[in-house]
């Protein structure tokens, strides 16, 4: 099992900036992949961005050039830097982290979501 406590989330006036962190723990054995999703009220939830082991990114289009992931595999841990803040990015912004065992089973584990408000 592997447990996701996120950290970082809070109430930022439009323009800010605010910096979540991710922090993996348990039995890890490899972590393919973590990043971030949003859930906004009364919509789904949505990918914000992901960092993929073999070295690749991908953001959503809202957030490119404003937001940043990041990731310190020898904390297990990953980061997003969020600026130029928008009241539309106000939603529950959840960690996810897709892990393979030594079993080579992969399985997808989430954060308990940390809430990110933007005043205009």
């Known amino acids: 099992q592997v447990q996701l406590v996120e950290s970082g989330g809070g109430l930022v006036q439009t323009g800010g900036s605010l910096r979540l962190s991710c922090a993996a723990s348990g039995t890890i054995f490899s972590i393919n992949a973590m990043g971030w999703y949003r859930q906004a009220p009364g919509k789904e939830r949505e990918l914000v961005a992901i960092s993929r082991s073999v070295g690749t990114t991908t953001y959503a289009d809202s957030v490119k050039g404003r937001f940043t992931i990041s990731r310190d595999n020898a904390k297990n841990t990953a980061y997003l830097q969020m600026n130029s803040l928008k009241p539309e990015d106000t939603a529950v912004y959840y960690c996810?982290?897709?892990?393979?065992?030594?079993?080579?089973?992969?399985?997808?584990?989430w954060g308990q979501g940390t809430q990110v408000t933007v005043s205009s």
């Open positions: 996810y982290c897709g892990h393979r065992s030594w079993q080579s089973l992969e399985a997808a584990y």
